[in-house]
């Protein structure tokens, strides 16, 4: 399995999830921590993708934990890691092609997860890590978007640390 990092563009949100969208592939939309003698925060992150139909979430993940493989039908994902670090793994196992990305306190940004790509996260390094994530569609518990598979199901992808 050939795996690569997701493109990154430094574009509007919104332009990077058409992209995104119509060439069913993962994006990464940098950004930067805004510092001052106060703190630091990331502002306007997901601005002009927010719909009336999505839903934000925040979810934590206890180190040497895997959350893989899941994929929608409808839905597309976009990922903040706040807290420590995630190795995001995602797979379009229609044309066999593997991207994968850290994401978190190091590289701020926002990484765009289109239909149908599975995709799954493990925590990097020894602390949890905190994904803040907004869904395009709200989760309807009578009706999931979300089809799951376990974390060794597509043979290759490195879930655990490489050692370059």
């Known amino acids: 399995m050939k795996i690569s990092q997701p493109e990154t563009l430094a574009v509007p949100l919104p332009q990077a999830f058409e992209t995104a969208r119509a060439q069913n592939r993962p994006i990464f939309v940098p950004t930067s921590h805004f510092t001052d003698d106060r703190g630091w925060s990331l502002m306007n992150q997901l601005q002009g993708v927010m719909g009336t139909q ?3 979430n925040f979810s934590v993940q206890y180190p040497g934990v895997v959350k893989a493989w899941h994929r929608h039908t409808l839905q597309t994902d976009f990922w903040i890691g706040l807290i420590g670090h995630l190795k995001v793994g995602m797979y379009d196992q229609d044309n066999d092609q593997a991207w994968s990305m850290v994401i978190g306190e190091k590289r701020p940004g926002t990484l ?18 905190g994904l803040l994530y907004y869904v395009t569609h709200s989760y309807d518990p009578q009706k999931p978007d979300e089809e799951r598979t376990s974390p060794d199901a597509f043979p290759g992808f490195p879930w655990e640390v490489e050692h370059k």
């Not at 765009?112 to 890590?129: D, E, K, M, R």
């Open 54 to 56: 999505g839903q934000v």
């Open 112 to 129: 765009i997860i289109p239909p149908p790509l599975w995709h799954g996260a493990a925590t990097v390094g020894p602390t949890q890590a």
